[in-house]
């Protein structure tokens, strides 16, 4: 029985031994490829082989911080800064002590410095001071995150704020063309209200002046049926002739025998030579002889 329980000791030691063996030997391979990652990347700046060593790395010991580290270190060097954040989160997760934990969170916070993102930036230096409260870099650059910080959040107010500043702007001047809008289409209603009721004014003139005209008309039928034409225009000569104005009778002038009273003056004249001649004509009958006064 006892033989039996220490064939059974031994194998498992045997096992165990093999596996510390194993282990020893994976771990040793695995720093091997770190090493020759970090050779090509610092003497020769080769990030892709750099990176093929490091994920071997990684493949061959997936707890092996070292690994993790450097590669997120290249990442962050090739300015792949998502990939590099997650590397870096990894490292700190299977890193053995607070000093690997704290160069994993202050490179960290470093990767969210240059994607501006403050606030994470922020968090990863205190988890970073957490782990080793004493360095001071880590302590600046967690001062330097919170001002960028709070500058950000100044500056994000200020664009909510201009936003909303644009964005009632535009309200208004919706509201303004609307209420030109509205202006326009008051002042159309207008114009066809003054069109309609110019059109009503000139229907109306028209109106009147038909029936004016037909007013006209049916005086001038009632001239012709009741008072003659002809009678009326000479009544309206008549009373032309009896109202002749002052002004157009002729004016006898001082001093000069108007037509009328020539023609009188003859005709006395006429009977006055007449009634001389008939005595003259008379003596002669008689025989007696007359002396004759010369006219003057």
Same mark, same amino acid.
């Given at each position: 029985?006892?033989?039996?329980?220490?064939i059974?000791?031994?194998l498992q030691?045997?096992?165990?031994?093999?596996?510390?063996?194993?282990?020893?030997?994976?771990i040793n391979?695995?720093?091997?490829?770190? *090493?020759?990652?970090?050779?090509?990347?610092? &003497?020769?700046?080769?990030?892709?082989k750099?990176?093929?060593? @490091?994920?071997?790395a990684? *493949?061959?010991?997936?707890?092996?911080?070292?690994?993790?580290?450097n590669?997120?270190?290249a990442?962050?060097?090739?300015?792949? @800064?998502?990939? *590099?954040?997650?590397?870096y989160?990894?490292?700190?997760?299977?890193?053995t002590?607070?000093?690997?934990?704290?160069?994993?969170?202050?490179?960290?916070?470093?990767?969210?410095?240059?994607?501006?993102?403050?606030?994470?930036?922020?968090?990863?230096?205190?988890n970073?001071?957490?782990?080793?409260?004493?360095?001071?870099?880590?302590? @600046?650059?967690? *001062?330097?995150?919170?001002?960028m910080l709070e500058?950000?959040?100044?500056?994000?107010d200020?664009?909510?704020?201009?936003?909303?500043?644009?964005?009632?702007?535009?309200k208004?001047?919706q509201?303004?063309?609307?209420?030109?809008g509205?202006?326009?289409?008051d002042?159309?209603?207008?114009?066809?209200?003054?069109?309609?009721?110019k059109?009503?004014e000139?229907?109306?003139?028209?109106?009147?002046?038909?029936?004016e005209?037909?007013?006209?008309?049916?005086?001038?039928?009632?001239?012709?049926?009741?008072?003659?034409?002809?009678?009326?225009?000479?009544q309206d000569?008549?009373?032309?002739e009896?109202e002749?104005?002052?002004?157009?009778q002729?004016?006898?002038v001082?001093?000069?025998l108007?037509?009328?009273?020539?023609k009188?003056l003859?005709?006395?004249?006429?009977n006055?030579e007449? &009634?001389?001649q008939?005595k003259?004509?008379? &003596?002669?009958?008689?025989?007696?002889?007359v002396?004759?006064?010369?006219?003057w």
């Amino acid at each position: 029985m006892k033989t039996v329980l220490t064939i059974i000791l031994c194998l498992q030691l045997g096992i165990l031994f093999s596996q510390e063996e194993n282990r020893d030997q994976v771990i040793n391979q695995a720093n091997q490829y770190v *090493a020759l990652g970090n050779e090509v990347l610092v &003497k020769d700046g080769n990030f892709p082989k750099a990176e093929g060593e @490091y994920r071997k790395a990684i *493949a061959k010991n997936p707890v092996n911080p070292t690994a993790k580290y450097n590669l997120a270190n290249a990442y962050y060097s090739s300015e792949k @800064y998502d990939e *590099a954040t997650q590397r870096y989160s990894e490292a700190a997760k299977v890193a053995t002590n607070k000093l690997e934990k704290h160069k994993a969170f202050h490179n960290k916070g470093n990767t969210f410095m240059e994607q501006k993102k403050y606030k994470e930036a922020v968090e990863a230096y205190k988890n970073a001071l957490r782990n080793n409260p004493k360095d001071n870099e880590t302590r @600046y650059n967690l *001062a330097l995150a919170k001002k960028m910080l709070e500058q950000q959040q100044q500056q994000n107010d200020q664009n909510k704020d201009d936003q909303n500043q644009d964005k009632d702007q535009n309200k208004d001047d919706q509201n303004q063309d609307n209420k030109e809008g509205d202006d326009k289409k008051d002042k159309k209603g207008d114009e066809g209200e003054n069109e309609k009721e110019k059109g009503d004014e000139d229907n109306k003139d028209k109106n009147d002046q038909g029936e004016e005209d037909q007013k006209d008309k049916g005086d001038e039928e009632k001239d012709d049926k009741g008072d003659p034409k002809d009678n009326k225009e000479g009544q309206d000569q008549k009373d032309k002739e009896g109202e002749q104005p002052k002004e157009q009778q002729p004016q006898q002038v001082q001093g000069k025998l108007s037509p009328e009273q020539v023609k009188s003056l003859l005709e006395a004249m006429n009977n006055q030579e007449k &009634k001389v001649q008939d005595k003259m004509n008379a &003596k002669k009958a008689k025989g007696s002889k007359v002396k004759t006064d010369k006219d003057w």
